[in-house]
């Protein structure tokens, strides 16, 4: 929620302080990129101190960037909120250790969906709360949501039980490694193993596709059908509430059924349809209908690929290896939107053109997967193809 109070408010804020259109892109760009770098280490940090106190960590992080959103009197400063609200995020991969190490890995991928579907139903009423605080104060909806972030704090410290066991006195050892050491051997596991390598370019090549709604939306709909901010807006809302739905709901349901693998290649079908629907789409209709379809896809692919990720996984390693995979989402988030941008220049459809060839790709690349079939001892990584 307090993602989608800010993130629809940043441009106008930006823009009061004479932003350019490019310092603009740069304001949403440098959160991804601050992913890109924290999130392998706080997974790595997680799996040696704890899932709890990194992800309080990230949490009052998250509160203090806000808080500085909140206070921005300058471009600079909302710099410095988007990279500190960006490093606080970057506990997102905890998040999905923690998941994993509560769950049976055969119900992974449906838990996983919980993730998306609290993210999902976040932006769909986070908007709508930004911009009726903002009527009240420029400085309210960092406020707010400082306050949800401090509220979670609470909750957390007083609910939240640990999952892994308590360090070892050598992990506490001053002569442990630094940092950024935990984000190369997360990331050197994977690309020791084929399996994760091949499900982790699979989570890159289906977030590239989703990212390029994110800066086009809204001046598709302005062009094409003429709508105004409000009216985008819902179809914001619309899609992250189907998509929530999904995630949410069926996912838990159909793979344990089914198997990640095979829900990964029924729902990118739709997910390439979807974009490609958008692409052509004459009428406000079929444009939802584009929508509808992108939301089953990426609703059902997202939480299972996740849910391949954790299984392939050494134990031992969950989160650090789920923090690389947060670093390629948020890589994703980057090149997506950039590719979209340039395209835009060419076609109003074309970037969801574009993105529906990269679904596709992702689609034909679940072909070669073979789904695990029992779960994994601490020993190591399953040896799937």
């Known amino acids: 929620m307090g993602f989608g109070i800010v993130l629809p408010l940043l441009p106008l804020y930006a823009d009061r302080f004479g932003a350019s259109g490019l310092?603009?892109?740069?304001?949403?760009?440098?959160?991804?990129?601050?992913?890109?770098?924290?999130?392998?280490?706080?997974?790595?940090?997680?799996?040696?101190?704890g899932r709890r106190p990194?992800?309080?960590?990230?949490?009052?992080?998250s509160a203090v960037a806000y808080l500085v959103f909140a206070w921005a009197g300058s471009v600079a400063a909302l710099f410095a909120s988007r990279i500190l609200g960006g490093i606080g995020g970057s506990t997102i991969p905890v998040a999905e250790a923690y998941i994993a190490d509560v769950t049976p890995p055969e119900r992974r991928a449906g838990n996983m969906g919980l993730i998306g579907a609290a993210f999902g139903l976040g932006f769909t009423v986070g908007p709508a709360l930004g911009g009726i605080t903002s009527s009240i104060s420029a400085a309210a909806p960092g406020y707010l949501?400082?306050?949800?972030?401090?509220?979670?704090?609470?909750?957390?410290?007083?609910?939240?039980?640990?999952?892994?066991?308590?360090p070892r006195a050598e992990a506490r050892s001053p002569r442990r490694r630094p940092g950024w050491a935990f984000t190369s051997e997360g990331l050197g596991t994977a690309l020791r193993v084929p399996a994760l390598r091949r499900v982790l370019a699979l989570y890159f090549l289906f977030t590239v596709s989703f990212a390029v709604i994110q800066p086009t939306l809204s001046l598709f709909g302005a062009v094409r059908f003429g709508l105004d901010a409000r009216?985008?807006?819902?179809?914001?809302?619309?899609?992250?509430?189907?998509?929530?739905?999904?995630?949410?709901?069926?996912?838990?349901?159909?793979?344990?059924?089914?198997?990640?693998t095979r829900l990964i290649r029924i729902c990118g079908i739709?997910?390439?349809?979807?974009?490609?629907?958008?692409?052509?789409?004459?009428?406000?209709?079929?444009?939802?209908?584009?929508l509808s379809l992108l939301a089953v896809g990426y609703g059902g692919t997202l939480p299972s690929v996740l849910g391949l990720v954790s299984r392939v996984a050494p134990p031992s390693m969950q989160?650090?290896?789920l923090g690389v995979g947060q670093s390629i989402g948020s890589l994703a988030r980057?090149?997506?939107?950039?590719?979209?941008?340039?395209?835009?220049?060419?076609?109003?459809?074309?970037?969801?053109?574009?993105?529906?060839?990269?679904?596709?790709?992702?689609?034909?690349?679940?072909?070669?997967?073979t789904q695990p079939s029992a779960p994994r001892r601490d020993a190591g990584p399953v040896a799937a193809s």
């Open 54 to 61: 990194i992800l309080l960590l990230g949490l009052l992080g």
């Open 319 to 321: 989160g650090s290896v």
């Open 270 to 290: 739709p997910f390439a349809a979807g974009l490609l629907l958008l692409a052509w789409a004459p009428t406000l209709g079929w444009t939802v209908a584009g």
């Open 145 to 166: 949501a400082a306050a949800l972030c401090l509220a979670n704090v609470i909750l957390a410290a007083a609910l939240l039980p640990e999952t892994r066991p308590r």
């Open 231 to 260: 009216q985008v807006g819902y179809l914001f809302a619309f899609l992250g509430l189907v998509s929530a739905v999904i995630q949410g709901g069926l996912v838990r349901r159909l793979a344990p059924r089914f198997g990640e």
């Open 23 to 49: 310092t603009v892109g740069l304001l949403v760009t440098v959160y991804s990129v601050a992913q890109f770098f924290m999130a392998p280490i706080w997974g790595r940090l997680s799996d040696r101190y």
């Open 334 to 369: 980057i090149v997506g939107p950039a590719a979209a941008g340039a395209a835009l220049d060419v076609s109003i459809g074309l970037p969801y053109a574009l993105g529906a060839a990269v679904a596709a790709l992702g689609t034909l690349g679940a072909l070669g997967l």
